[in-house]
Protein backbone atom coordinates (compact mmCIF):
# COMPACT_ATOMS: atom_id res chain seq x y z
CA UNK A 1 0.00 0.00 0.00
CA UNK A 2 1.59 3.37 -0.83
CA UNK A 3 0.62 6.44 1.71
CA UNK A 4 0.17 9.64 0.06
CA UNK A 5 3.20 11.05 2.34
CA UNK A 6 5.09 8.31 0.88
CA UNK A 7 3.84 9.01 -3.30
CA UNK A 8 7.17 10.63 -4.95
CA UNK A 9 6.60 11.70 -8.29
CA UNK A 10 9.57 13.13 -10.81
CA UNK A 11 9.84 15.60 -11.98
CA UNK A 12 9.21 15.96 -15.72
CA UNK A 13 11.39 17.45 -18.06
CA UNK A 14 9.36 20.42 -18.41
CA UNK A 15 9.73 21.43 -14.28
CA UNK A 16 13.43 20.35 -14.80
CA UNK A 17 13.50 23.31 -17.40
CA UNK A 18 11.39 26.06 -15.69
CA UNK A 19 13.42 25.05 -12.86
CA UNK A 20 16.59 26.25 -13.99
CA UNK A 21 14.98 29.04 -15.78
CA UNK A 22 13.98 30.08 -12.67
CA UNK A 23 17.37 29.13 -10.83
CA UNK A 24 19.17 31.38 -13.47
CA UNK A 25 17.18 34.65 -12.55
CA UNK A 26 17.52 34.25 -9.12
CA UNK A 27 21.57 34.23 -8.00
CA UNK A 28 21.71 37.28 -5.97
CA UNK A 29 22.15 41.27 -5.89
CA UNK A 30 24.63 42.24 -8.84
CA UNK A 31 24.72 45.90 -7.42
CA UNK A 32 26.93 46.98 -5.03
CA UNK A 33 24.27 48.51 -3.24
CA UNK A 34 22.39 45.61 -3.33
CA UNK A 35 25.17 43.79 -2.31
CA UNK A 36 25.84 45.83 0.65
CA UNK A 37 21.83 45.27 1.70
CA UNK A 38 21.98 41.77 1.74
CA UNK A 39 25.23 41.51 3.90
CA UNK A 40 23.39 43.02 6.81
CA UNK A 41 20.45 40.47 6.37
CA UNK A 42 20.03 38.81 9.97
CA UNK A 43 22.75 41.13 11.42
CA UNK A 44 22.04 41.77 14.93
CA UNK A 45 25.31 42.21 16.88
CA UNK A 46 28.44 41.36 14.96
CA UNK A 47 29.75 39.35 17.31
CA UNK A 48 30.04 35.81 15.08
CA UNK A 49 31.71 37.48 12.88
CA UNK A 50 35.08 38.29 12.57
CA UNK A 51 36.26 41.70 14.83
CA UNK A 52 37.96 43.90 12.53
CA UNK A 53 40.02 46.41 14.67
CA UNK A 54 40.71 49.75 13.86
CA UNK A 55 44.30 50.78 13.97
CA UNK A 56 43.86 52.86 17.49
CA UNK A 57 42.71 49.91 19.05
CA UNK A 58 45.30 47.84 17.48
CA UNK A 59 48.18 50.22 19.06
CA UNK A 60 46.32 50.70 22.45
CA UNK A 61 46.29 46.93 22.60
CA UNK A 62 49.77 46.45 21.48
CA UNK A 63 50.94 49.25 23.90
CA UNK A 64 49.56 47.63 27.12
CA UNK A 65 50.50 44.09 25.59
CA UNK A 66 54.24 45.40 26.07
CA UNK A 67 53.27 47.58 29.41
CA UNK A 68 52.38 43.79 30.45
CA UNK A 69 55.41 41.71 29.43
CA UNK A 70 57.86 44.26 29.24
CA UNK A 71 59.35 45.69 26.38
CA UNK A 72 62.33 42.72 26.29
CA UNK A 73 59.95 39.88 26.03
CA UNK A 74 59.48 37.43 23.35
CA UNK A 75 57.56 37.60 20.54
CA UNK A 76 55.27 34.83 21.41
CA UNK A 77 54.31 36.71 24.65
CA UNK A 78 53.18 39.53 23.07
CA UNK A 79 51.26 37.88 20.93
CA UNK A 80 49.55 36.23 24.08
CA UNK A 81 49.24 39.50 25.96
CA UNK A 82 47.74 40.90 22.61
CA UNK A 83 45.09 37.88 22.43
CA UNK A 84 44.48 38.36 26.22
CA UNK A 85 43.73 42.11 26.01
CA UNK A 86 41.84 41.75 22.46
CA UNK A 87 39.14 39.11 24.29
CA UNK A 88 38.85 41.16 27.16
CA UNK A 89 37.64 43.63 24.56
CA UNK A 90 35.39 41.30 23.17
CA UNK A 91 34.04 40.29 26.62
CA UNK A 92 32.97 44.35 27.64
CA UNK A 93 31.55 44.62 24.08
CA UNK A 94 29.25 41.51 24.61
CA UNK A 95 28.37 43.05 28.15
CA UNK A 96 27.61 46.79 26.53
CA UNK A 97 25.10 44.88 24.31
CA UNK A 98 23.60 43.09 26.82
CA UNK A 99 22.83 46.69 28.59
CA UNK A 100 21.72 47.71 25.28
CA UNK A 101 19.16 44.97 25.04
CA UNK A 102 17.51 45.15 29.19
CA UNK A 103 17.56 48.68 28.64
CA UNK A 104 15.52 47.97 25.26
CA UNK A 105 13.32 45.15 26.51
CA UNK A 106 12.71 47.30 30.16
CA UNK A 107 10.99 50.03 28.69
CA UNK A 108 8.65 47.70 26.78
CA UNK A 109 5.16 46.92 28.80
CA UNK A 110 4.72 43.66 30.40
CA UNK A 111 2.36 42.77 27.14
CA UNK A 112 4.79 43.82 24.96
CA UNK A 113 7.46 41.52 25.93
CA UNK A 114 8.80 39.22 23.19
CA UNK A 115 10.30 35.83 23.81
CA UNK A 116 12.94 36.20 21.10
CA UNK A 117 14.71 38.73 23.11
CA UNK A 118 15.15 36.36 25.97
CA UNK A 119 16.43 34.38 23.29
CA UNK A 120 18.75 36.87 22.07
CA UNK A 121 20.18 37.90 25.58
CA UNK A 122 20.87 33.82 26.19
CA UNK A 123 22.88 33.89 23.18
CA UNK A 124 25.06 36.57 24.00
CA UNK A 125 25.36 34.41 27.54
CA UNK A 126 26.85 31.72 24.63
CA UNK A 127 29.20 34.16 23.31
CA UNK A 128 30.74 35.53 26.41
CA UNK A 129 31.31 32.35 28.23
CA UNK A 130 33.12 31.48 24.46
CA UNK A 131 35.20 34.95 25.01
CA UNK A 132 36.19 34.15 28.69
CA UNK A 133 37.02 30.64 27.45
CA UNK A 134 39.33 32.33 24.88
CA UNK A 135 40.75 34.61 27.65
CA UNK A 136 41.39 32.08 30.07
CA UNK A 137 43.59 30.06 27.29
CA UNK A 138 45.38 33.22 26.07
CA UNK A 139 46.01 33.98 30.18
CA UNK A 140 47.37 30.18 30.55
CA UNK A 141 49.72 30.59 27.44
CA UNK A 142 51.00 33.89 28.95
CA UNK A 143 51.52 32.42 32.61
CA UNK A 144 53.34 28.90 30.60
CA UNK A 145 55.84 31.19 28.88
CA UNK A 146 56.29 33.96 31.50
Given at each position: ?????????????????????????????????????????????????????????????????????????????????????????????????????WARISQKESE?????????????????RYAHTKRRKA???????G
Amino acid sequence: MIRPWEHKTLATEKQIAANRANAKRSTGPKTAAGKQKSSCNAYRHGLSGTVIWDSATLANIDSTARDCVGEAAAEDQLTFAADFFQTQIEVLRIRAIRTEQWARISQKESEDYNPKDLKRLAALDRYERYAHTKRRKASQKLRSRG
